[in-house]
Nanobody, 122 residues
């Protein structure tokens, strides 16, 4: 069992930056894949970034070059650094975890956080 708690969301102007954090507890953090998904009002949930236990990554095309996913296994925490934010990045961002990287990519991870709101004003 893995418990996830996100933090770091908020309101930022377009062009600004935010760093989301996701603290994990309850399992061997270093052995699981981690990811961030987001869901905007009226839209389907979509993958933002995924990070495998061996360092492989995948990003949505819309965030490549602007967002970076990373993890600190000593702190059981995964981060999403978001730069050059755009109004279209506004969404609830969800941290997720699963033993399989492919399940993170597919949006069917076993464990999910409650989400944190990110709002980007124009």
């Amino acid at each position: 069992q893995v418990q996830l708690e996100e933090s770091g969301g908020g309101l930022v102007q377009a062009g600004g930056s935010l760093r989301l954090s996701c603290a994990a507890s309850g399992s061997d953090f270093s052995s699981v894949a981690m990811g961030w998904h987001r869901q905007a009002p009226g839209k389907q949930r979509e993958l933002v970034a995924a990070l495998g236990s061996f360092g492989s990554t995948e990003y949505a095309y819309s965030v490549k070059g602007r967002f970076t996913i990373s993890r600190d296994n000593a702190k059981n925490t995964v981060y999403l650094q978001m730069n050059s934010l755009k109004p279209e990045d506004t969404a609830v961002y969800y941290c997720n975890a699963d033993p399989l990287f492919t399940r993170i990519r597919a949006g069917v991870a076993r464990y999910w956080g409650q989400g944190t709101q990110v709002t980007v004003s124009s």
